[in-house]
């Protein structure tokens, strides 16, 4: 075994389309009893259809052990830069107020 990676550990592969993330404002989570769904959405000022642009399914204990790290971060991200303020929930669809012409 290598001496610098112990046992337990792997190396993690990141390409370079998936290092560029994709951007969510919405993201929809459902459940049965062997899994969790969570959908991630964007959705753009004046149109009125939206894609699901990724679908993360997990095993009920990852999607628990997710929901802590989710936790830890915020945690430590407000400690850090302050409470994040939470608006009031907006209807879907979302609204952006009046659309403009170019």
């Known amino acids: 075994m290598d001496t610098n990676q112990q046992q337990g550990q792997f ?9 560029e993330g994709t951007y969510s404002n919405l993201a929809i989570i459902n459940h049965s009893n062997t899994e969790f769904v969570v959908d991630f959405i964007s ?7 939206a894609k699901v642009k ?3 399914i997990l095993t009920p204990q990852h999607a628990k052990r997710l929901l802590k ?3 830890e ?3 430590r991200f ?8 939470e608006v009031e929930q907006v209807p879907i669809p979302l609204n952006f107020g009046p659309t403009g012409q170019a």
């Open 11 to 19: 190396n993690i592969e990141l390409d370079e389309k998936t290092a």
């Open 43 to 49: 959705v753009m000022p004046g149109v009125p259809k």
């Open 54 to 56: 990724s679908r993360i």
């Open 73 to 75: 971060n915020i945690h």
């Open 69 to 71: 790290a989710l936790e």
């Open 78 to 85: 407000e400690a850090a830069n302050g409470e994040i303020k």
